[in-house]
């Protein structure tokens, strides 16, 4: 008989080219006669009769994803025919189990070995660090199931702080000494540097001054040590930022570059932190004594030249943009008050015809009556009490629930397309819409009878507006034209067309209590002072006597093309936000008429909506509240920003937004942030944490656009495929 080791090498191959075992386990019970299965990149068995594990051939660490549920010996394995959701079913005589393998592995921590693990008491959160430099955190709090908050890599994080540190001048140049030494290395070969996290403490800022700290407040920042094989961080566990480093190779009169194990106490006597290092190559240990005040104060980005606020805190400045224009009209107001005051004099006076004229009436003063108020008027009129009773507004109620109750769904097309934008009227009456079918529609807050159409332009619909006297609805689209359309009678009033710039119009809206327009196209953004004609002449009708004039425009650093724009036209404020192409957010005083401050790395992608805290008329909050703004980008997540510090104040990222723009917006209470996600779902934040607190279902596409009404508790939201979903307060 032949050798099958000489048939294979008598055909030109060998026995590894052919066959390889990949992977051995041992189980203490026997598997002969239970059903196994495979599917594209995982196998499943039994292991130890119970326990089902499932086997990913792709993962480089072999670490098996073992499932526990079942009390008598397996019998049967199936996967199912989806591979998104991928379902696996298992048998025993006990139980039939179905398991999501998606939701299992992310309450799983596996990947690279565990190194470390912390957890922070105050926001109920587990920390774990792994040896390739990845921090996972998952959230401990009653009903969220070990949900898993956010995915730090800590290499990337601290490329993203030297690189502010970089732009804002505290270093010359990228610190390269912060890296591993790579000389060893070739002419053209290139190694990925990871952090290996050694060892996770608390890092306790609260008893160091805020004058200590910089412009990092030590009162409501969580933070934490991470112990890395290069140095140490401060870690901020609100906005997921780097806030300090500390690299060894930095100091010279460190004995250990890098370190293979370390560990970290807070001393609260003298605010100081002690660290025990030992040293990976070589049998060096030593004991440092670090000063978390002076390390956070020496690395935090230098304050603002001047005190910034959205609400306007001075007078509007002779020079600046926003009084050029309102004296502009004043002057302009007053001067034709005048003219017609001199006609009205001499020639808006009334004929008089008699048998016998005795007087022409242009030489003596017209007789009139003026109005006299009624003084008499009974409070207990029917009529009256009824039109007082429908004019009166009720207060926002602050303290209500979150509006998670599904309520009427409508398409907003009778084909499928998508909703580009979407706003409630200040008086939370009317739900405006854009569509990509070059259409605006305006629902009623219900969204029950037949919306408004508003018809013209020739591309798709990426911004519409409501003035603050709900007059008028502004729209804005790819068509690069800008309309201003009369909300009662769907008429067109104002149209600037393509010659206003040579690129599209990306954002625009009314501002300063309606005084101005503003737009964005390009890397600048313009303001514009309008004037709508409401007088209707039957016989020039087609004739516009609408129009518009530039007060100013100013360009963003670096002429980057704006991506969002922003501003608050419920009340008087000079501040316009402006994000960049280039990953930037910049804040410009119009009263200065000027850039004021620019946030560099606001985010990993360019940012595609800036969502400010308007609040609402029905509601009040502290006016530093209206300070805060949210940033959103694709696969970024969503962060809250002070516009007092420019500092991020905390990071959401439990919401999945990788390949398509989702919309953002701000509760009127301010207390709450709802987002869009791909997922087919909306996710609503409370400012006070990092983790969604509500998941709504229900949609058929991804979420695109969300916008809380401003006068109750109620969210609409609308999908790709042209759905708008309204939800309620329980």
Same mark, same amino acid.
């Given at each position: 008989?032949?050798?099958?080791?000489?048939?294979?090498?008598?055909?030109?191959?060998?026995?590894?080219?052919?066959?390889?075992?990949?992977?051995?386990?041992?189980?203490?019970?026997?598997?002969?006669?239970?059903?196994?299965?495979?599917?594209?990149?995982?196998?499943?068995?039994?292991?130890?009769?119970?326990?089902?594990?499932?086997?990913?051939?792709?993962?480089?660490?072999?670490?098996?994803?073992?499932?526990?549920?079942?009390?008598?010996?397996?019998?049967?394995?199936?996967?199912?025919?989806?591979?998104?959701?991928?379902?696996?079913?298992?048998?025993?005589?006990?139980?039939?189990?179905?398991?999501?393998?998606?939701?299992?592995?992310?309450?799983?921590?596996?990947?690279?070995?565990?190194?470390?693990?912390?957890?922070?008491?105050?926001?109920?959160?587990?920390?774990?660090?792994?040896?390739?430099?990845?921090?996972?955190?998952?959230?401990?709090?009653?009903?969220?199931?070990?949900?898993?908050?956010?995915?730090?890599?800590?290499?990337?994080?601290?490329?993203?702080?030297?690189?502010?540190?970089?732009?804002?001048?505290?270093? #010359?140049? &990228?610190?390269? /000494?912060?890296?591993?030494? @790579? %000389?060893? $290395?070739?002419? !053209?070969?290139?190694? =990925?540097?990871?952090?290996?996290?050694?060892?996770?403490?608390?890092?306790?800022?609260?008893?160091?001054?805020?004058?200590?700290?910089?412009?990092?407040?030590?009162?409501?920042?969580?933070?934490?040590?991470?112990?890395?094989?290069?140095?140490?961080?401060?870690?901020?566990?609100?906005?997921?930022?780097?806030?300090?480093?500390?690299?060894?190779?930095?100091?010279?009169?460190?004995?250990?570059?890098?370190?293979?194990?370390?560990?970290?106490?807070?001393?609260?006597?003298?605010?100081?932190?002690?660290?025990?290092?030992?040293?990976?190559?070589?049998?060096?240990?030593?004991?440092?004594?670090?000063?978390?005040?002076?390390?956070?104060?020496?690395?935090?980005?230098?304050?603002?030249?001047?005190?910034? #606020?959205? &609400?306007?805190? /001075?007078?509007?400045?002779? @020079? %600046?943009? $926003?009084?050029? !224009?309102?004296?502009? =009209?004043?002057?302009?107001?007053?001067?034709?008050?005048?003219?017609?005051?001199?006609?009205?004099?001499?020639?808006?006076?009334?004929?008089?015809?008699?048998?016998?004229?005795?007087?022409?009436?242009?030489?003596?003063?017209?007789?009139?009556?003026?109005?006299?108020?009624?003084?008499?008027?009974?409070?207990?009129?029917?009529?009256?009490?009824?039109?007082?009773?429908?004019?009166?507004?009720?207060?926002?109620?602050?303290?209500?629930?979150?509006?998670?109750?599904?309520?009427?769904?409508?398409?907003?097309?009778?084909?499928?397309?998508?909703?580009?934008?979407?706003?409630?009227?200040?008086?939370?009456?009317?739900?405006?819409?854009?569509?990509?079918?070059?259409?605006?529609?305006?629902?009623?807050?219900?969204?029950?009878?037949?919306?408004?159409?508003?018809?013209?332009?020739?591309?798709?619909?990426?911004?519409?507006?409501?003035?603050?006297?709900?007059?008028?609805?502004?729209?804005?689209?790819?068509?690069?034209?800008?309309?201003?359309?009369?909300?009662?009678?769907?008429?067109?009033?104002?149209?600037?067309?393509?010659?206003?710039?040579?690129?599209?119009?990306?954002?625009?809206?009314?501002?300063?209590?309606?005084?101005?327009?503003?737009?964005?196209?390009?890397?600048?953004?313009?303001?514009?002072?309008?004037?709508?004609?409401?007088?209707?002449?039957?016989?020039?009708?087609?004739?516009?006597?609408?129009?518009?004039?530039?007060?100013?425009?100013?360009?963003?650093?670096?002429?980057?093309?704006?991506?969002?724009?922003?501003?608050?036209?419920?009340?008087?404020?000079?501040?316009?936000?402006?994000?960049?192409?280039?990953?930037?957010?910049?804040?410009?005083?119009?009263?200065?008429?000027?850039?004021?401050?620019?946030?560099?790395?606001?985010?990993?992608?360019?940012?595609?909506?800036?969502?400010?805290?308007?609040?609402?008329?029905?509601?009040?909050?502290?006016?530093?509240?209206?300070?805060?703004?949210?940033?959103?980008?694709?696969?970024?997540?969503?962060?809250?920003?002070?516009?007092?510090?420019?500092?991020?104040?905390?990071?959401?990222?439990?919401?999945?937004?990788?390949?398509?723009?989702?919309?953002?917006?701000?509760?009127?209470?301010?207390?709450?942030?709802?987002?869009?996600?791909?997922?087919?779902?909306?996710?609503?934040?409370?400012?006070?944490?990092?983790?969604?607190?509500?998941?709504?279902?229900?949609?058929?596409?991804?979420?695109?656009?969300?916008?809380?009404?401003?006068?109750?508790?109620?969210?609409?939201?609308?999908?790709?495929?042209?759905?708008?979903?309204?939800?309620?307060?329980?």
């Amino acid at each position: 008989m032949e050798n099958p080791q000489d048939i294979f090498s008598s055909n030109g191959g060998c026995l590894s080219d052919i066959v390889i075992e990949k992977y051995l386990v041992e189980s203490k019970e026997s598997v002969s006669h239970v059903q196994l299965a495979c599917s594209m990149q995982d196998c499943a068995f039994p292991l130890d009769g119970t326990e089902l594990c499932i086997w990913n051939t792709k993962s480089p660490s072999h670490q098996l994803l073992i499932l526990r549920g079942h009390h008598q010996p397996i019998t049967a394995i199936a996967f199912g025919n989806k591979v998104n959701p991928l379902l696996i079913c298992s048998a025993s005589l006990d139980y039939v189990i179905m398991w999501n393998l998606d939701e299992c592995r992310e309450k799983v921590l596996q990947a690279y070995p565990l190194l470390s693990l912390f957890i922070d008491a105050e926001s109920r959160q587990l920390v774990t660090g792994c040896a390739d430099g990845q921090l996972w955190i998952f959230s401990l709090m009653d009903g969220h199931h070990y949900r898993r908050v956010a995915r730090v890599d800590l290499r990337k994080k601290t490329e993203t702080f030297s690189t502010r540190r970089l732009k804002s001048g505290l270093c #010359s140049q &990228p610190e390269e /000494s912060q890296l591993p030494s @790579t %000389s060893v $290395l070739g002419k !053209g070969e290139q190694v =990925e540097v990871t952090f290996p996290i050694l060892r996770l403490a608390p890092c306790d800022l609260s008893l160091i001054p805020n004058s200590a700290c910089g412009c990092l407040s030590s009162e409501n920042t969580q933070c934490m040590w991470i112990g890395s094989s290069v140095g140490l961080f401060i870690f901020n566990l609100a906005n997921l930022e780097v806030e300090a480093a500390l690299y060894y190779r930095d100091f010279q009169s460190l004995s250990i570059p890098l370190a293979g194990s370390c560990a970290l106490r807070n001393r609260t006597a003298d605010r100081k932190t002690l660290c025990l290092l030992a040293s990976l190559f070589g049998g060096k240990i030593a004991v440092l004594e670090i000063d978390p005040a002076a390390l956070v104060r020496a690395q935090q980005c230098p304050g603002l030249r001047q005190s910034l #606020s959205v &609400p306007a805190s /001075s007078c509007v400045l002779p @020079t %600046s943009p $926003l009084y050029l !224009g309102i004296a502009k =009209e004043k002057s302009t107001k007053a001067a034709s008050g005048r003219r017609c005051a001199a006609r009205n004099v001499t020639k808006d006076q009334r004929l008089v015809f008699h048998s016998k004229v005795r007087s022409s009436g242009y030489a003596s003063a017209p007789h009139v009556t003026m109005f006299s108020p009624k003084t008499n008027i009974k409070s207990e009129g029917k009529g009256s009490s009824r039109r007082r009773s429908s004019c009166v507004w009720e207060p926002y109620p602050v303290e209500c629930a979150v509006p998670t109750k599904p309520g009427p769904q409508v398409a907003a097309a009778p084909t499928c397309t998508r909703v580009c934008c979407l706003q409630y009227s200040g008086d939370g009456q009317w739900l405006a819409c854009g569509l990509s079918n070059h259409l605006s529609l305006v629902f009623g807050a219900r969204l029950t009878g037949t919306p408004a159409v508003f018809s013209g332009h020739d591309g798709a619909v990426n911004t519409v507006c409501w003035s603050q006297d709900r007059r008028w609805l502004l729209s804005a689209a790819q068509d690069g034209t800008l309309r201003v359309w009369s909300a009662r009678g769907a008429e067109l009033a104002l149209l600037l067309g393509r010659d206003m710039s040579s690129k599209p119009i990306q954002s625009a809206q009314f501002y300063y209590i309606d005084a101005f327009i503003l737009l964005s196209s390009g890397p600048e953004f313009q303001l514009l002072k309008y004037h709508i004609d409401t007088c209707k002449d039957e016989v020039k009708r087609y004739k516009q006597k609408s129009k518009s004039k530039l007060i100013c425009r100013l360009s963003t650093t670096g002429a980057v093309d704006v991506t969002s724009l922003s501003a608050v036209n419920d009340f008087y404020s000079h501040i316009v936000l402006a994000a960049g192409r280039n990953r930037t957010v910049e804040v410009f005083d119009l009263n200065a008429g000027c850039s004021a401050a620019v946030i560099a790395e606001a985010h990993s992608r360019p940012v595609h909506q800036i969502c400010q805290n308007k609040g609402s008329s029905f509601t009040t909050q502290q006016p530093q509240a209206y300070n805060l703004f949210l940033t959103t980008a694709i696969g970024d997540g969503m962060r809250l920003w002070d516009l007092r510090t420019l500092r991020c104040e905390r990071h959401f990222e439990g919401h999945p937004s990788r390949g398509y723009p989702c919309g953002i917006a701000f509760s009127p209470c301010g207390q709450f942030a709802a987002c869009g996600a791909e997922d087919r779902h909306a996710y609503v934040y409370e400012m006070g944490s990092s983790t969604f607190s509500h998941r709504l279902a229900g949609h058929t596409d991804t979420v695109t656009g969300v916008a809380f009404n401003p006068s109750t508790p109620q969210l609409a939201t609308a999908t790709l495929d042209g759905k708008l979903q309204l939800f309620l307060a329980e």
